[in-house]
Nanobody, 126 residues
Framework: QVQLVEPGGGLVQPGDSLRLSCAAS????????MGWFRQAPGKEREFVAA????????YYANSVKGRFTISRNNARNTAYLQMNSLKPEDTAVYYC???????????????????WGQGTQVTVSS
């Protein structure tokens, strides 16, 4: 199971920060990586960031590099997405997901993620 926990999403102003937390349980505790995807109205679901449980290797979409930081606490089976300098274009429903394996150059492909959380709305507006 993958579950988003507090503090979750919400309404923030441009330039503000927000942190998302995602806890793994059951079979997903032994997953290879945890990541976030987002989907805005009228758009396809897109990759945001991911991290491997073992080495802590990180992967980011170009649109969030330098602003978002993904991390994990293996003892708590929890991954975090720290979102800084938020922009209106970051507005979307954010989904946490677990991958049993990754292919290619890293954990970027939605097809690698098989377990999904419930999603949370993040709205960036003045």
């Amino acid at each position: 199971q993958v579950q988003l926990v507090e503090p979750g999403g919400g309404l923030v102003q441009p330039g503000d920060s927000l942190r998302l937390s995602c806890a793994a349980s059951g079979r997903t505790v032994s997953s290879y990586a945890m990541g976030w995807f987002r989907q805005a109205p009228g758009k396809e679901r897109e990759f945001v960031a991911a991290i491997t449980w073992s080495s802590g290797a990180t992967y980011y979409a170009n649109s969030v590099k330098g602003r978002f930081t993904i991390s994990r606490n293996n003892a708590r089976n929890t991954a975090y997405l720290q979102m800084n300098s938020l922009k209106p274009e970051d507005t979307a429903v954010y989904y946490c997901a677990a991958a049993s394996w990754c292919s290619g150059y890293g954990c970027y492909d939605v097809r690698d993620f098989s377990s999904w959380g419930q999603g949370t709305q993040v709205t960036v507006s003045s």
